[in-house]
């Protein structure tokens, strides 16, 4: 059932939302508490107090707690408990999360051969939950799992896939791998060294070890799609128990050392995430303290924006950040009629974004958009290909209209997809259909949970073709706070898959995957950020996708919690690597 936002909410929220922007927040201290925006300014409730249970919620059950077979920020944030990349991002405020640092290497990678080389060294010591060694050849197990078993693990990006030197060489993944050689273009020549050799240059390979993909794996211990239940730790936090669909448990990893990591404290006793809870309960029990994050990192429900934002004392405990992601409603360019550019360029002007904005939650919940790169992401540039006009609070759809006819296709149907548990989404998605209704498109909307959104349908090509999906809710965020990261798996040809895959639109155009991949090689930062705008251009003179909103998360911070920290890292999120319990 479509639940919308009330009128006289959405006008509280409009103007509350005014007051919240204008508010100072915080002065980047440590314990700039009781203001709004104070955890996007520094880090709220500072603390090394040790002990008590942090609780974690959240409104589905994730796609998978493997770190090899996840591709959502808030599992990639949560997964650092118990699971260290090469690399990862310090815990800091805004921007100040992009800082990348090394986290299971000692340091940063070490290229040569141009950039197609790249050579990392672990950490001395580093032992998993049952007190085994972690050596480089677990690193080169999780990569070839992740990457190339994808009919069993088939959620994570295909970044390493893409981009090995011997990806064309046959190599069907470890699980069917007879040799049990494993890649060519991986190497590790001692238990601390591994080296990874690139068919081109990459000049942001460090932000790519940074994703869950490189945390080891001993492949002895490997349970293929089933690994996701028990985790073997390398974090501050191992697995204590996993009820699939109710609740998973982290408790103290035994094994681990401060003196192999100087970015984990282990301040909790217990850590709690209890799954498929509604979002207005995880609302109330981040306000009561019974609960202390809302994992997926979404913000509240609408009835609670409204609550609080006209009261001022719930207000100051909010963050309103932005997070490197977009909102918006990809056009599949292979599903009839929208595989004619007119077709596409006509949606382009006929959804009412302001009217998705208001569905959204108003302004707070993001500005209006009209580009692919967020506002805060390197290489963005201003600019609107498909301008709308207002007459009061009307779209003018003349333009619309004017291309819809040179399109064709007249009367149509198709379907949208939005997910099911994104009560905000659906209320998009309704809006977009709304819409489309002034132009002769009939819309139907088939929505499905989360944790199956990419892996069974959104994400499926044969299932988008056989049900006549057109149109595809999504909310996307960076991989890394690059514009490669950004723009790579939501446009790339070759990252286009059979099941978890991303780039919604199916576009596979030959001058934007160069423009990619010639950008990516350059080691020089302006001019791959001249690149990814030309980019983002040359996706909207496509009509691949229509940006709705830039994305802003409007969060409650619980009094109850420490090291609350809103990072730009992990779009918007509270850093969870080193939360605890206020005393």
């Known amino acids: 059932m479509r639940r919308s936002v009330p009128v006289a909410a959405v006008a509280a929220i409009t103007s509350a939302g005014l007051l919240l922007a204008g508010c100072s927040g915080g002065k980047g201290s440590s314990d700039s508490s009781g203001e709004a925006n104070a955890a996007t300014k520094g880090i709220v409730n500072a603390s090394d107090a040790k002990g008590g249970t942090v609780t974690y919620a959240i409104s589905d059950a994730p796609e998978s707690f493997d770190p090899g077979n996840t591709y959502y920020a808030f599992i990639y944030n949560f997964s650092r408990l118990y699971a260290r990349p090469l690399t990862t991002f310090k815990p800091g405020p805004g921007s100040k999360g992009n800082q990348l640092t090394p986290d299971l ?6 290229p040569s051969d141009g950039g197609k080389t790249w050579t990392y060294k672990l950490r001395k010591g580093v032992k998993y939950d049952d007190g085994s060694t972690v050596t480089s050849q677990d690193v080169k197990y999780a990569v070839e799992r992740s990457n190339f078993a994808r009919d069993t693990l088939s959620l994570g990006p295909n970044y390493f896939q893409q981009f090995l030197k011997d990806n064309d060489g046959g190599y069907k993944g470890p699980y069917k791998d007879k040799s049990k050689a494993g890649l060519k273009s991986i190497e590790t020549p001692d238990d601390q060294t591994i080296v990874f050799h690139l068919k081109k240059p990459f000049a942001e390979f460090d932000y790519l070890v940074s994703a869950p993909q490189t945390a080891p794996v001993p492949q002895a211990k490997d349970k293929g799609a089933d690994y996701t239940k028990s985790v073997l730790s390398t974090g501050s936090y191992k697995f204590e128990s996993y009820e699939e669909g109710k609740q998973l448990t982290l408790v103290r990893n035994p094994q681990w050392s401060a003196k192999t990591d100087p970015l984990r404290k282990q301040l909790p006793d217990k850590i709690v995430l209890k799954l498929k809870v509604a979002q207005s309960t995880i609302d109330k029990d981040l306000q009561s303290g019974n609960t202390l994050v809302d994992l997926a990192g979404r913000g509240v429900d609408g009835q609670t924006q409204a609550q609080l934002l006209t009261d001022p004392k719930e207000k100051a405990n909010t963050d309103n950040a932005l997070g490197q992601r977009l909102v918006y409603t990809a056009i599949n360019t292979k599903v009839k009629p929208f595989d004619n550019i007119e077709c596409r360029k006509a949606i382009e002007y006929a959804i009412d974004k302001k009217a998705v904005q208001t569905s959204l939650g108003g302004p707070i919940r993001g500005e209006l958009a009209s580009t692919v790169l967020p506002t805060d992401i390197d290489g963005y540039q201003k600019y609107d290909l498909y301008p709308q006009k207002y007459d009061g609070d009307k779209l003018d759809l003349t333009e619309a209209k ?8 007249g009367k149509t149907t198709t379907t949208i997809l939005a997910r099911n548990d994104r009560q905000d989404e659906v209320d998009a998605a309704t809006s977009v259909i709304d819409s489309l209704k002034k132009i002769g498109v009939t819309a139907k909307i088939q929505s499905y949970p989360t944790s ?19 149109l595809i809710m999504m909310q996307w965020g960076s991989d890394f706070p690059t514009g490669y990261g950004y723009l790579q798996q939501i446009l790339n040809g070759k990252a286009i898959s059979q099941s978890g895959n991303t780039n919604l639109s199916e576009l596979d155009d030959p001058e934007i995957n ?20 030309e980019i983002d251009k040359k996706t909207m003179e496509q009509a691949a996708l229509v940006p709705l909103t830039y994305f802003k998360v409007l969060m409650y911070r619980s009094p109850k919690a420490t090291n609350l920290v809103s990072t730009s890292a992990f779009s918007g999120q509270y850093d969870y690597l080193n939360i605890g319990v206020k005393k």
């Open 402 to 409: 004017k291309h819809w006819d040179k399109c064709g296709a």
């Open 452 to 470: 199956k959104y990419f892996s069974d349908y959104a994400g499926v090509p044969k299932f988008n073709k056989k049900n006549n999906v057109g």
């Open 105 to 110: 290497a000692e340091s940063m990678g070490k």
């Open 514 to 533: 160069k423009l990619l991949e010639s950008a990516i090689a350059n080691t020089d930062k302006a001019a791959r950020e001249k690149a990814y705008a």
